[in-house]
């Protein structure tokens, strides 16, 4: 199976900071990545798919680029509600495989 | 809009089985593709299980930690899916996601979540 690897596993930031997440695959997954918002107690929210496509309703401070195994996932200028951890994971192939997560929290 | 709502979850014994529900709206259950993910106390998520519609065979697929062992299946009539687990184990605990997943060709990724149900094996 492909294996997601996140760095870093924490990342401390202040309001209106940028962040810059970080995901590599074992393998090429191609453009077949996605990223996911998780809030503590909250499902994970789909923020990005196909590797820069941001979904519905999704703030443009998000912005992902990256294919083959090499990803980042951009956040221009933190705001409160963005401090959650984030996972990336590969739909390229069966089965799908999630990153470990990078948590953001108040520096 | 879209919902789907997870149930059954519950404290069992090792051994022992737990039939998980999902039941859905806002969006074409019959033409949608479905999963468990998984996400054990404190850990990552962890993809279990897979059904494709019945425009696609109603395929299925496992995570190897569970084959053998979990079930996944749908009943479009009802709009609900479900996953069977038999012969639990401690390790299988943990907050149960079903989610609804959107695909274009082969590729699937998971577009709306439940707020997921909670299973404990313990005895």
């Known amino acids: 199976e492909k294996v997601m690897t996140q760095s870093p596993a924490t990342l401390c930031v202040s309001p209106g900071e940028r962040v810059i997440l970080s995901c590599r695959a074992s393998q090429s997954v191609s453009s077949n990545l996605a990223w996911y918002q998780q809030k503590p107690g909250q499902a994970p929210r789909l923020l990005i798919y196909?590797?820069?496509t941001r979904a519905t309703g999704i703030p443009d401070r998000f912005t992902a680029s990256g294919s083959g195994t090499d990803f980042t996932l951009t956040i221009s200028s933190l705001q409160s509600e963005d401090f959650a951890v984030y996972y990336c994971?590969?739909?390229?192939?069966?089965?799908?495989?999630f990153g470990q997560g990078t948590k953001v929290e108040v520096k | 809009e879209v919902q789907l709502v997870e149930s059954g979850g519950n404290l069992v014994q090792p051994g022992r089985s737990l039939r998980l529900s999902c039941t859905t709206s806002?969006?074409?259950?019959?033409?949608?593709?479905l999963s468990w993910v998984r996400q054990a106390p404190g850990k990552g998520l962890e993809w279990v299980a897979f059904?494709?519609?019945?425009?696609?065979?109603?395929?299925?697929e496992y995570a190897a930690s569970v084959k053998g062992r979990f079930t996944i299946s749908r009943d479009d009539a009802k709009s609900i899916a479900y996953l069977q687990m038999n012969s639990v184990k401690t390790e299988d605990t943990a907050l149960y996601y079903c989610a609804k997943y959107r695909c274009v060709d082969r590729y699937c990724y998971e577009d709306y979540w439940g707020q997921g149900t909670l299973v404990t094996v313990s005895s």
């Open positions: 806002g969006f074409n259950f019959g033409a949608s593709a």
């Open positions: 994971q590969q739909y390229d192939e069966r089965p799908e495989t």
């Open positions: 196909d590797a820069s």
């Open positions: 059904i494709t519609s019945e425009l696609y065979g109603g395929t299925r």
